[in-house]
Structure formats: C-alpha cells, structure tokens
C-alpha cells in the first residue's frame, strides 16, 4: 500500500494488515532491547492461548557404578518441578484519532509517532512488572555499605547455591541490575580506582563486573537498590494482537491500537539474590 491519504483507508482490510505490519516491525524493534527479555525464562511449553504456560525445573542427576541401569533395567527416572504461568493480565492500548489532526504529520507520520508512543507505555508496562516479580521475590541480605562488597557478595552468593537443581551458577549466566542510584554509585567506585584493567568508565555501561553483565532500570520497583539474578528465573509470555481500526460513530475519528496479555511467575526463586 502507498502512502495513506486518510484514515478511513485503514478502516479496510488493507488498512489493518498495514497497520499489522507496521506494529509487528515496532515490536520486533524494542522488545529484543528489554531488560525483561534477555533475562526472562524462554524454556516455556504449552500454548499461550490457552490461557496458561508451563516452566519446567530439572533436577540434577546423580552419577551410579557402572552396571547400575543394566542391573535394574532402567536408568534413573527424570525428576523435575513444574510453575504454571497464567497469562492473566489483560491490557490495551487503543486511542482515538480525528482526521484533522493528521493534516500536519500526515495520516503515515501520525501513526508512526502514535504507535512509537505505545511501545514506551508498552515498554513500562512489562518492564515495572518483571522488575518487581525480580526483585519482590529474591533473597535479601543486608549491606554493608559498601557498593563494591555487596556487589560481590551478591556475585558470591549466586555463585555459591547449591541444591537438587543446581551445583553452582556460572557468571556468564549471571546478571545484576541497579537502581540508577546504585548503579551511579558503583560508577563513581570504579572512577576512583587506579587501575581498571576490564572496565572503560567513559562509556555509558559498565558491561561487565568481576565477569558479571551490570545494568541499570528505572523500572526496577521504588526503594530497590541492587539485584543479581540466573538467567531464566523469571518467566513473562506474553501475546500481542492488532485490533482492527474503526470509526468512530458520528465523528470524523478512528480508533487503533494495540492488545496485548501476558502473565509473570518466579521460576527459580531460590536463584535470585538482592542488597537490603
């Protein structure tokens, strides 16, 4: 489809795929940048719409003498624990727009901007609700009022766990995420260090700290300080769906929008640690 000359156009069956098309772009652009989806559980089985997923916990596996399953006739059964998702959480983003307002950006640039809008309020929706599962959800120890201590005790207490499930958490599957308050006093730690071997403090992210990824949110609940996390142990589907562009009876608007529904559960509980 061309260039839309008004917005009744979108209220056809062409008018939505566009609209598809330019949502399912947006998308595919911002939500691999969330924080939420580099850390969020993605071994989930079942089908969202069904109105539930399923995360599953294995348990280690212990070593026998050879002979062991040849002598039973059987190997050892696979145990693991189960989390069912609900995805419960039902939200929209739908707004209303009058024809006269796009004669200054156009009826393409108009919903460019408006659709870029949604996916900062899409953006807080889903990041402030992972966040506060995170963090509502760890283990809390106290500081010592020292940035760079907790940090590493943090680091060592993940490393550390050690249950039917896990031996010990690499740190490379590792990630803390600061306030902005405790990630600018971590910052200002490293500026006072005289030799910073991995660490370049004149680019906006520290990276990596003692070999562990460090971010910052602002999404992260209010009060929270710092919070270090196993890749996976929170898990968040969620499903997006275009509604189709009306108009809206006696008026010269139309509504568009967004649907989308989701659900939040802590997987690993036992996995996530945070400073008091």
Known sequence: MGRIESLSILANGGGND????????????YVPNFLSSRLKNQSLSGDPSTGS?????FMNIQSQEYGTARTANSGQKTKAESVNIQINI?????????EKDTRLYGVDGLIDRRI?????????????????TLYNDA???ASTG???KDIDNLIVKLSSVRNDFVRGVPKNMMEIVCSPEKYAELRQYLDTLTTRPNIDTAVEEIAKYHGVRVSESI?????????????????MPVINSVMDTAKVQQSDAYTFGLFYYYGVGTVTPDLIFKVA
């Not at 566009?18 to 652009?29: D, M, N, T």
């Not at 997923?53 to 916990?57: C, D, F, I, L, N």
């Not at 999404?219 to 898990?235: D, K, N, R």
């Open 116 to 132: 870029n809008e949604h996916m900062l309020s899409y953006e807080t929706e889903l990041e402030t609700t992972f966040l506060e």
């Open 139 to 141: 283990t809390e120890f």
């Open 53 to 57: 997923v399923e995360a599953k916990r």
């Open 219 to 235: 999404f992260l609940p209010e009060g929270a300080g710092s919070v270090i996390t196993a890749l996976g142990s929170v898990a």
């Open 146 to 148: 020292d940035i760079a």
């Open 90 to 98: 039902n939200k929209e983003l739908v707004e209303e727009i009058e």
């Open 18 to 29: 566009l609209l598809s098309q330019k949502y399912g772009a947006v998308i595919e652009s």
